[in-house]
């Protein structure tokens, strides 16, 4: 197993450096004759690491073209990856690259290590787990960085509070936040942000606050924002709207901790069933039961 996976390894690497070799020449002879001249300084290093990758990027993105889709499936997928954090345009395209290389390395991992076996339905399966491999990493990805959003929102809320107490207004409070919190809760404050940007660059406050809600598809996001634009509308204390709301979220929180420690219960009846009785009827009932097999062997002898 091991000379197989050694074997996969270097034919894999010898297939890159071709590739990179066939479709890459001028970029790499101008790179050696840069660093020849230049010398083998970290500057120099580092910029070749990052030019190979860009390369090796370039590549995987002209897997893009093989894959079918429609300007609809596009944009759904533009909006997945919005969600995880990836707004780059490049982002598409190394996604619907991925879902082409993915199945190609793991038909190489099939053909390499033996599993086949001249069966075909094993190389189905390797590509067909490849192609969707991509889709549930992205699905993974949303709901990692939702948990993330969800459980910053009320330190976020109090931070808002406090600035707008200060006497910020709600713009200003925003983008203080954002500011001060960056490190601690990345996700949310980085969403903040691009609301900032949306007001600068003249979008309404309750338009910039939709998309904040339409980009992170989190409920408690979505109810933050009707009841930011409920006050907006009817004139209400901003600071006490925001209180109140982050007041009702540690609640919530609570309650979802009570909850789950509630079906703790009803979820260790499953182990106790199958793992911890068989022990304990083993070794509660194993002595009575080799005894009465030698009693009933003594008894018929």
């Not at 197993?1 to 690497?13: D, E, G, Q, R, Y």
């Not at 660059?201 to 910039?208: F, L, N």
Request: aromatic fraction near 8%; charged fraction near 15%.
């Amino acid at each position: 197993m091991t000379v197989a996976i050694l074997a996969f390894v270097s034919v894999f690497l010898l297939i890159a450096s071709a590739g990179l070799i066939l479709f890459y020449r001028q970029t790499a002879i101008k790179r050696i004759a840069a660093i020849v001249t230049q010398g083998q300084s970290h500057a120099t290093l580092g910029s070749t690491l990052r030019s190979t990758g860009a390369s090796i990027g370039s590549m995987v993105k002209q897997f893009e073209r093989v894959v079918p889709k429609s300007q609809a499936e596009a944009s759904v997928t533009q909006q997945r990856l919005i969600r995880a954090g990836y707004r780059k345009d490049s982002a598409i395209s190394f996604f619907y690259g991925s879902k082409v290389a993915v199945p190609l390395v793991l038909c190489l991992v099939v053909f390499f290590s033996g599993l086949a076996h001249s069966n075909l339905f094993a190389y189905v399966v390797a590509a067909g787990l490849g192609y969707l491999a991509p889709d549930f990493w992205l699905s993974r990805r949303i709901k990692i960085r939702q948990v993330a959003i969800r459980l910053a929102l009320p330190d976020i809320l109090d931070m808002l509070v406090i600035c707008v107490e200060a006497g910020l207004g709600l713009d200003q409070a925003t983008a203080r936040t954002a500011q001060e919190l960056g490190a601690a809760h990345p996700a949310l404050c980085e969403e903040f942000g691009i609301v900032v940007l949306e007001q600068n660059a003249g979008r309404s406050r309750s338009e910039a606050w939709k998309h904040l809600a339409e980009r992170t598809d989190v409920d408690n996001v979505r109810s933050l924002v009707s009841t930011l634009i409920q006050a907006e509308q009817y004139g209400t204390s901003v600071s006490k709207t925001l209180r109140t709301h982050s007041d009702t979220l540690r609640t919530q929180r609570i309650q979802q901790v009570e909850e789950q420690a509630a079906k703790t219960t009803v979820k260790l009846i499953f182990p106790l069933v199958f793992f911890i009785f068989p022990c304990l009827f083993l070794v509660t009932l194993g002595p009575a039961v080799i005894t009465m097999a030698d009693s009933f062997k003594n008894f018929f002898h």
